[in-house]
């Protein structure tokens, strides 16, 4: 079955330093995976996708398939950044879905 | 462009009421997605629309969901009767795919929040 695992509900950094947001998956097809973020009183919008293998607002995320993980780094984390984020996958094959982790709320102190 | 929206914001209702929420998606997406979001829980399919058809309905309970895209434009989810379980937000989401919706931007609404009491 498809799961995805954010183990990290809460993270908390100081501005200028470095974030990664994990994330796990189980897919027994080919993957892809996405990030979205939902800044306070926002709804969810799309932040990145792998296939894309680009950097947006300073965040990158790159899949490794040997340890299915598709962790979510930026290197100077900004007060901005503070929002949830949730990693999704996309199933294919008939029945194409995205399946969401719980989220990791995400604060960014002064 | 006003995005997907979503009517009402937010409802409170007593267990065993009825309640419909609607969802205008982006102009010119075939595909529709109505999502539950639980409290502290990512974002579950409910049911996923390209045009008037219901493509993937396999999550929806259908004792007590339904819904509808008549036109394959806007849509309604309707529960009756409501439970206390019920209570969650729930999200519409539109992408222009139709039937290739892997490579695709999924667009979301500001959900309705809902609280069964």
């Known amino acids: 079955a498809q799961r995805v695992t954010q183990p990290e509900k809460l993270l908390s950094v100081f501005k200028g330093a470095p974030v990664e947001l994990k994330c796990n998956y189980s897919y027994s097809g080919s993957p892809e995976l996405f990030w979205y973020v939902q800044y306070s009183r926002q709804r969810l919008q799309l932040l990145l996708r792998h296939i894309s293998r680009e950097s947006i607002k300073g965040f990158t995320a790159d899949l490794n398939k040997g340890e299915t993980s598709f962790h979510l780094k930026k290197p100077f984390a900004q007060e901005e950044d503070s929002a949830m984020y949730y990693c999704a996958l996309l199933t294919q094959g008939g029945s194409e879905k995205l399946v969401f982790g719980k989220g990791t709320k995400l604060t960014v102190n002064p | 462009e006003a995005g997907v929206v979503q009517s009402p914001r937010y409802k409170i209702i007593e267990k065993k009421q009825p309640v419909a929420f609607w969802c205008n998606p982006i102009s010119g997406h075939n595909t529709l997605y109505w999502y539950l979001q639980n409290l502290g829980q990512g974002p579950e399919l409910l049911i996923r629309y390209e045009n008037e058809e219901a493509v993937d309905d396999s999550q929806l309970p259908k004792d007590r969901f339904s819904a509808e895209r008549l036109k394959g434009v806007d849509s309604t989810l309707k529960i009756q009767p409501a439970e206390l379980g019920d209570s969650a937000v729930y999200l519409c989401?539109?992408?222009?795919?139709?039937?290739?919706?892997?490579?695709?931007?999924?667009?979301f609404g500001p959900g309705t929040r809902l609280t069964v009491l």
């Open positions: 989401a539109s992408s222009l795919a139709l039937g290739t919706s892997g490579t695709d931007t999924q667009y």
